[in-house]
């Protein structure tokens, strides 16, 4: 199925350029950015979406490792923008599923490396190949996660239920309404999912937690979904498969519901409560 | 394990001490966002230096707004002094 064409999609066309590009963004480190580029990428694939996944983070390169292509990594990004090597030389095409490629981040040069200039070339050389380019922003707010959402058609801003990360969020999305193409070229604005992750459903029940509806009335973007704190984003990791492939765990089928309801479809959103325990858990488990 | 703690529980609501926390801040952070015009975290750091020559004030004393009423735009100013 294709999916909706929007205005902004009509426009892209218009300039020949055909992909959307989607960031994947948070302020804050280490919140779930990388955990979801890959699963999220990688369910647009399964799907039957030409996608692409760049990593962002020039000199912390990360993204090869959870979609298990370190080992055959040979050009990336960089050489890509300073004409080192061509793009087909340079995009990982997946071992698991047909339409997924992945562009490495450098490891070895530092972060002034990429270029405004550089970056727009070469999205706007994958657009044409691409349905979606998914871009894996650094945290922080400065040159790196900039260039990341710069180009960005839709931003998931990836947020756990902690102050400091949804602050950050908040400072995420004043950039997005701002220092982005879209907003700079008063070219509608770069449409804003939640992504609310390593959410812990019993802690919000004692209240130790900001529950969702908490989350979602102070950033005021709707919710895409919510992915629980789940013991298969580690194992997953380890395997270097994204957690999405994970059909038997809560954080893959967390995963999957956002990529579906990205793609229009409806979902209950699922994995909000506590499973019930008896005493003897309570007193024994975690 | 402390077993008194758990059969007491009281349950301590941080959660809600978080959300109202948050919603300060943030209020604070978009100060001077969306369509308010581009000088108004630069107007609001000005009045903060102001109003610090005459009171210790946190950096969240001062709020500005641009309100717009039927065609008619609107500065509004809040000042918290700290408590006595
Ligand atoms: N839903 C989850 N449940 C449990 N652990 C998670 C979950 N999501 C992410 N993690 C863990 O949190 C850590 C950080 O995740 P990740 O690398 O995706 O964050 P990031 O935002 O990309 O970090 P950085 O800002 O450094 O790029 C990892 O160890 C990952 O396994
Ligand atoms: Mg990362």
């Known amino acids: ?286 | 394990m402390d077993w008194l703690k758990f059969f007491r529980s009281e349950p301590k609501n941080t959660a809600a001490l978080a959300k109202e926390r948050l919603k300060v801040v943030v209020a604070h952070q978009r100060d001077g966002r969306s369509n308010a015009p581009a000088y108004l975290p630069k107007l609001r750091e000005d009045i903060l230096a102001v109003v610090r020559k005459y009171v210790q004030v946190p950096d969240t004393a001062v709020n500005v707004h641009v309100q717009r009423e039927a065609g008619l735009e609107v500065l509004e100013m809040n000042i918290t002094l700290p408590e006595m």
């Open chain 1, 1 to 286: 199925m294709a999916p909706a064409r929007t205005g902004a999609w009509e426009d892209r066309n218009q300039e020949n350029a055909l992909a959307k590009i989607v960031v994947v963004t948070s302020g804050k480190g280490g919140v779930g950015k990388t955990t979801t580029s890959a699963s999220f990428a990688t369910g647009l694939a399964m799907r039957g979406h030409k996608t692409a996944v760049i990593d962002f983070d020039v000199g912390l390169r990360n993204l090869d490792l959870i979609m298990g292509c370190e080992r055959r990594v040979v050009f990336d990004f960089v050489n890509v923008i300073q004409g080192e090597a061509t793009l087909r030389q340079a995009l990982i095409k997946d071992k698991q599923h047909e339409n997924l490629y992945i562009l490495a981040a450098s490891q070895t040069r530092d972060k002034d490396a990429l270029t405004a200039d550089g970056v727009g070339r070469v999205l706007e050389e994958m657009s044409k190949e691409f349905e979606y380019i998914v871009c894996d922003s650094p945290a922080g707010i400065e040159k790196g996660a900039h260039l990341a959402m710069y180009h960005a058609d839709e931003a998931l801003v990836v947020t756990n239920p902690e102050v400091s990360s949804v602050r950050d969020s908040d400072r995420v999305l004043g950039l997005l309404s701002s220092k982005t193409r879209k907003a700079e070229s008063g070219d509608g604005r770069v449409k804003e999912h939640l992504v609310l992750t390593r959410y812990n459903p019993a802690r919000v029940a004692k209240g130790e937690m900001l529950s969702v509806d908490d989350v979602k009335e102070i950033l005021a973007i709707p919710l895409l979904g919510v992915v629980p704190e789940s013991q298969a984003v580690l194992t997953s990791s380890n395997a270097g498969t994204p957690v999405i492939v994970d059909k038997a765990s809560d954080a893959g089928l967390a995963y999957d519901d956002v990529v579906a309801r990205f793609l229009g479809e409806e979902r209950a959103h699922r994995f909000l409560t506590a499973e019930k325990k008896g005493l003897l858990g309570r007193l024994f488990g975690p």
